[in-house]
């Protein structure tokens, strides 16, 4: 994970928002962790800000891939 992330006001990705990996945990107020079961250190900015495919593999995921939520829209 990029350090620093967990400092920064919530902003949800459409993407891993709608993906069933995705977990997101108030540290204090306003101060947020995005995670998930591929990057449970914390999910790379390639794919959370910048929206890159996760249906292929990338490094560091563990095998584990993106997989849309039931009745979720990306």
């Known amino acids: ?21 995705f977990e ?5 107020g306003n101060v947020y962790r995005q995670y998930c ?4 250190d914390g999910i790379p900015d390639e794919i959370y800000f910048d929206g890159a495919d996760h249906t292929k593999p990338w490094k560091g995921d563990h095998g584990i891939r993106y997989v849309k939520k039931p009745g ?3």
Request: glycine share 4%.
């Open 1 to 21: 994970m990029e350090k620093g992330r967990e400092n920064m006001i919530p902003f949800n990705s459409i993407l891993c928002d709608s993906c069933e990996h």
């Open 24 to 28: 997101e945990s108030r540290l204090d």
């Open 37 to 40: 079961a591929a990057f449970p």
């Open 72 to 74: 979720k829209d990306t």
